[in-house]
């Protein structure tokens, strides 16, 4: 997913908001469902999808905050949660699942670091303090990226 473009409005703003919120909601749902239907998992692999589903869903949560002050609805996460599950199915592979969560961290890092670079070309003003925008989206790209490298370690090691 590119963002080559500057974030032009509030409302491209919160719908661009909306799409990282989906994309935790799914790396929620796929981390919570792999931890509970995946067999032979070591424990550091279980730690790592558990730490997975909280951090997804603290991600949620601050940029929810964010797109409340945008005057914009958010999707259910009960909604996104059904169509992860018609839509992916997991077949418990020890190496599928760490090659799942290893795709979604990818893909949500990328999202913000995209998102952050067209916040930043963006020379309007926003409902939000572009600030506080900024510094969310930093630290949550942040995490991601970390997310990146543990799960890249437990591959490595074979996990």
Do not use: W
Request: charged residues 35%; negative net charge; aromatic residues 6%.
């Amino acid at each position: 997913m590119s963002l080559t473009y500057p974030v032009g409005s509030d409302h491209q703003l919160a719908r661009l908001l909306q799409i990282g919120i989906v994309l935790e909601e799914v790396v929620e749902a796929r981390a919570a469902k792999h931890a509970a239907e995946s067999d032979g998992l070591t424990d550091d692999v279980r730690d790592l999808l558990d730490d997975a589903v909280v951090e997804s869903a603290d991600h949620r949560r601050r940029l929810e905050d964010l797109v409340e002050h945008l005057d914009a609805e958010t999707v259910p996460f009960e909604e996104i949660e059904m169509l992860v599950e018609e839509q992916y199915e997991s077949d418990g592979d020890f190496d599928g699942v760490l090659y799942d969560q290893l795709c979604n961290e990818e893909t949500a890092y990328k999202f913000y670091d995209d998102l952050i670079d067209a916040v930043e070309q963006s020379d309007v003003g926003f409902g939000v303090d572009r600030d506080r925008l900024l510094t969310t989206l930093r630290e949550i790209r942040e995490e991601e990226a970390e997310g990146v490298e543990e799960v890249t370690k437990l591959m490595e090691a074979g996990e």
